[in-house]
């Protein structure tokens, strides 16, 4: 079972990327796919999440109006856009699979290794 996150880099305030998350030996039918992050000196917070499931979406506060997520099932990979980018949302973005889309993140069971988005002002 590994999920993989690509697609972060450096982008100027105002810009766009779009994260990855590529998920192998596990099928989205069965799990959820959350998107996280962790600032420097900040906790974890949670972003989004997709559940194929239900074909249902959820978004943090901090990702209303600017990031959508979405997937490729057939690509077995989740998607996060993310638009008019802030400073703010410079962290390290991890993927991971979990129950549902209300669950804690100590309840998501495997986890991406990170990638980062650095966002200049």
């Known amino acids: 079972l590994q999920l993989q996150a690509s697609g972060g880099g450096f982008v100027q305030a105002g810009g766009s990327l779009r994260l990855s998350c590529a998920a192998s030996g596990l099928s989205l039918d069965t799990y959820v796919i959350g998107w996280f992050r962790r600032a420097p000196g900040k906790e974890r917070e949670g972003v989004s999440c997709f559940s194929s499931t239900d074909d249902t979406t959820a978004y943090a506060d901090l990702a209303k109006g600017r990031f959508t997520v979405s997937s490729d099932n057939a690509k077995n990979t989740v998607y996060l856009q993310m638009n008019n980018l802030e400073p703010e949302d410079t962290a390290v973005y991890y993927c991971?699979?979990?129950?549902?889309?209300?669950?804690?993140?100590?309840?998501?069971?495997?986890w991406g290794r990170g990638t980062q988005v650095t966002v200049s002002s």
């Open positions: 991971a699979a979990g129950p549902t889309c209300n669950s804690p993140a100590t309840f998501y069971s495997y």
